[in-house]
């Protein structure tokens, strides 16, 4: 844990969040801001700042947030309409909480402007 | 190797890719149709058709496409700008291609319309 980010005070239960999920490697809870009738973000127990800061080592707790969000998904009835899983790294892409979190986004069509 | 996959020809050489990155698990090439400065595709060599179609055992391969992705953007030298990786899974979601892939859009101020 880190101590001044917000998301392992979420994950320690510190600061309440709306869990969806959780098991030994990851936790997901709904976002705060929703930009998607389904907004969670699915995040790893451990500590990583970002994307940037992963190894091989990390690969199968990094893989463990594709299987998490099918899991979610098929959860939350939204497998069959489709999900869009983003990953922002470093604040000019949009990353705004430097704890790595994958963002499960369902329940409307989506448009492919991506960016 | 699915025969009527577009990515399992690119990746077996029968259809031309602007590669950008190559290894045992994954390759990286350039979308025909770039949607941001640095717009890549990371895909696994193994064939599956989504998110929908992996489990457990497939964790460690899809953990490799966010460490490829940051190799990826350190060598396109978008590490410090940021970069936005995507996983569209479903037709509903914008998954136009049935072979898993990662998205690695880069090299603009990104938005937060991630939908």
């Given at each position: 844990?880190?101590?001044?980010?917000?998301f392992?005070?979420?994950i320690?239960?510190?600061?309440?969040g709306?869990?969806?999920?959780?098991?030994?490697?990851?936790?997901?809870?709904?976002?705060?801001?929703?930009?998607?009738?389904?907004?969670?973000?699915?995040?790893?127990?451990?500590h990583?700042?970002?994307?940037?800061?992963?190894d091989?080592?990390?690969?199968?707790?990094?893989?463990?947030?594709?299987t998490?969000?099918r899991?979610?998904?098929?959860?939350?009835?939204?497998?069959?309409?489709?999900?869009r899983?983003?990953?922002?790294?470093g604040?000019?892409?949009?990353?705004?909480?430097?704890?790595?979190?994958m963002?499960?986004?369902?329940?409307?069509?989506?448009?492919?402007?991506?960016?």
């Amino acid at each position: 844990m880190t101590s001044d980010c917000i998301f392992c005070k979420i994950i320690a239960g510190e600061i309440p969040g709306q869990f969806v999920y959780q098991d030994e490697q990851v936790v997901a809870f709904r976002d705060i801001h929703p930009i998607a009738p389904t907004h969670i973000l699915i995040a790893p127990r451990k500590h990583f700042d970002s994307v940037h800061h992963v190894d091989a080592s990390d690969e199968p707790l990094l893989g463990h947030l594709f299987t998490a969000a099918r899991l979610i998904a098929e959860q939350e009835k939204v497998s069959q309409s489709g999900y869009r899983l983003v990953v922002n790294t470093g604040a000019g892409a949009g990353q705004t909480v430097f704890h790595i979190h994958m963002h499960l986004l369902a329940g409307k069509p989506m448009s492919d402007k991506l960016v």
